[in-house]
């Protein structure tokens, strides 16, 4: 899947970088299944103290060095959790979706952490892949999931254009009766 358009962009998302305003200065941030690395270099440019977590040992090779960030070679899906309790202010997940660990990424989260997530959604087939709807979230499903253990700040779902055509979900949350002051 790394050659398709969707996983080829190294600019950072625009949704991440709107509400990245949210975190705290020299945060503890889990990138998580962060690919190449697209959003754990903004992140750790800008001050934040990033942990990007992938399975692939190469991509994480590639942000070796990288002052703020350090990298967990760890598959996601199997295999012992590679933490437990709360160690993060603040969270960002993109174009991945395993839903059997969903709720564990709350609990990653201190109270007050701010989660920034987004994702293909049902439909999106029609555009490419992923195309599989294990993969797929089904409406308003990060909006429901969200609402079991915090406060939603933004969500969004539809069909966007940019930087190609795919039918998106986005929520941005934060794990607190506490609302923060939006960007």
């Known amino acids: 899947m790394a050659s398709h358009p969707h996983f080829s962009t190294q600019e950072p998302s625009d949704w991440v970088l709107r509400f990245a305003a949210l975190i705290p200065a020299r ?3 889990l990138d998580l299944a962060c690919g190449g690395g697209r959003h754990a270099r903004w992140l750790a440019a800008n001050g934040f103290n990033v942990l990007a977590a992938d399975r692939d040992r190469q991509a994480l090779d590639a942000l070796d060095g990288l002052a703020g960030l350090s990298t967990l ?12 309790g709360a160690v993060f202010d603040a969270a960002v997940v993109t174009r991945y979706l395993y839903r059997p660990r969903l709720d564990r990424l709350a609990e990653l989260l201190k109270p007050g952490g701010l989660l920034i997530y987004e994702t293909f959604m049902d ?3 029609r555009f490419g ?13 990060l ?3 969200v609402r079991g253990w915090g406060s939603v700040l933004a969500f969004e779902q539809g069909e ?5 055509p795919a039918m998106m979900q ?11 002051l939006l960007p």
């Open 27 to 29: 945060a503890d941030v």
């Open 73 to 84: 070679c760890t598959d996601l899906e199997q295999g012992e959790w590679p933490w437990s």
């Open 123 to 125: 439909g999106n087939a």
């Open 129 to 141: 892949k992923p195309s599989n709807p294990d993969f797929l979230l089904r409406p308003h499903e």
């Open 143 to 145: 909006l429901d999931w």
């Open 160 to 164: 966007i254009a940019s930087p190609v």
């Open 170 to 180: 986005r929520v941005c949350a934060v794990k607190s009766a506490h609302l923060p």
